[in-house]
């Protein structure tokens, strides 16, 4: 299967999903395809690390880059001496969002100032599986240029998918401008991980349920494993895709009582020696 998955590029899946037959029912298609869209991307185009890290590792990350992920998410990392990661479209800067309004200027360099890192999440928040290689690609360069002319003294090394996971060939252009590309699956990283595709645990799922997101907290502990947390705004009247600060600031205790090491995305992919992360001070290619 793997190979046949290598084989199709995006144009030959929409041509093989368009030859439809009565032996499928529009419902029974729709989980046929369903299952491809989760699946393909964690099968091919892997690029494989063996992380077996001292003590288990957390990151907080935020997608889209609202206000309120500095303002308070940020504000309570920083209350424990502790830094995230912001996953930052650059052509959103000042606009409000579904999460609230996204971050200015001046919100990037007081990122910057409170030890915070900055990466890519598409210029223009491409959907990652609907928009297609080319153009994900060129917002990516969008993204960096739009960096570049911020002077920030910092570049994107790490980046997100944004809405859903990719398509495999979408996957395969991305990768070769990262450290690492960040998916969701509501999962640790535990063992050999794909650096193509790491997963991500989502806190505004579980949000009403604090217990789950301790569970797979103890989970993280006994498999030494990785664990990186991601949601939107943190607000007192969160968005769908959010959290109030309440929350987040419990879950920031307890990944903290856990014994873990709570390091930005970078900062843990340098710890794990992951290729390319020892000479990630230097300017990269996104």
Same mark, same amino acid.
């Given at each position: 299967?793997?190979?046949?998955?290598?084989?199709?590029?995006d144009? %030959?899946?929409?041509? #093989?999903?368009s030859?439809?037959?009565?032996?499928?029912?529009?419902?029974?298609?729709?989980?046929?395809?369903?299952?491809?869209?989760?699946?393909?991307p964690?099968?091919?185009? =892997?690029?494989?690390?063996?992380?077996e890290?001292?003590?288990?590792?957390?990151?907080?990350?935020?997608?889209?880059?609202?206000?309120?992920?500095?303002?308070?998410?940020?504000?309570?990392?920083?209350?424990?001496?502790?830094?995230?990661?912001?996953?930052?479209?650059?052509?959103?800067?000042?606009?409000?969002?579904?999460?609230?309004?996204?971050c200015?200027?001046?919100?990037?360099?007081?990122?910057?100032?409170?030890?915070?890192?900055?990466? #890519?999440h598409?210029?223009?928040h491409?959907h990652s599986?609907?928009?297609?290689?080319?153009?994900?690609?060129?917002?990516?360069?969008?993204?960096?240029?739009?960096?570049?002319?911020? %002077?920030?003294?910092t570049?994107?090394?790490?980046?997100?998918?944004?809405? #859903?996971?990719?398509?495999?060939?979408?996957?395969?252009?991305?990768?070769?401008?990262?450290?690492? #590309?960040?998916?969701?699956g509501?999962?640790?990283?535990?063992?050999?991980?794909?650096?193509?595709?790491?997963?991500?645990?989502?806190?505004?799922?579980?949000?009403? =349920?604090?217990q789950?997101? =301790?569970?797979?907290?103890?989970?993280? =502990?006994?498999?030494?494993?990785?664990?990186?947390?991601?949601t939107?705004?943190?607000s007192?009247?969160?968005?769908?895709?959010?959290?109030?600060?309440g929350?987040f %600031?419990?879950?920031?205790?307890?990944?903290?009582?856990?014994?873990?090491?709570?390091?930005?995305?970078?900062?843990?992919?340098?710890?794990?020696?992951?290729?390319?992360?020892?000479?990630?001070?230097?300017?990269?290619?996104?």
């Amino acid at each position: 299967m793997l190979s046949l998955l290598k084989k199709h590029s995006d144009s %030959e899946l929409r041509i #093989c999903t368009s030859r439809r037959t009565p032996l499928f029912s529009r419902s029974a298609w729709s989980v046929v395809h369903g299952y491809y869209k989760r699946t393909a991307p964690r099968l091919v185009f =892997r690029r494989p690390l063996v992380i077996e890290p001292e003590l288990p590792l957390i990151s907080f990350t935020f997608d889209d880059f609202p206000r309120t992920a500095l303002t308070a998410g940020g504000a309570i990392l920083n209350r424990y001496c502790l830094s995230g990661t912001y996953y930052t479209c650059l052509g959103l800067l000042g606009k409000d969002s579904p999460s609230g309004p996204i971050c200015d200027r001046e919100d990037l360099r007081g990122l910057l100032t409170n030890g915070h890192e900055l990466a #890519c999440h598409t210029f223009s928040h491409c959907h990652s599986w609907e928009t297609d290689g080319a153009a994900f690609e060129k917002s990516l360069m969008q993204n960096r240029l739009a960096v570049a002319e911020l %002077e920030l003294g910092t570049a994107l090394k790490s980046f997100s998918y944004p809405i #859903c996971e990719p398509r495999p060939m979408t996957k395969h252009r991305v990768a070769p401008y990262f450290l690492s #590309c960040r998916g969701g699956g509501q999962r640790i990283n535990a063992g050999t991980v794909d650096l193509n595709l790491l997963s991500a645990y989502f806190l505004e799922k579980s949000r009403d =349920r604090i217990q789950s997101v =301790r569970d797979v907290i103890d989970e993280n =502990r006994v498999a030494r494993g990785w664990l990186i947390f991601a949601t939107h705004d943190v607000s007192h009247i969160p968005s769908p895709f959010g959290c109030t600060p309440g929350f987040f %600031e419990n879950v920031v205790t307890y990944a903290i009582d856990s014994g873990a090491r709570i390091i930005p995305v970078v900062k843990a992919l340098e710890m794990l020696c992951a290729p390319g992360a020892a000479i990630s001070t230097r300017p990269s290619t996104a």
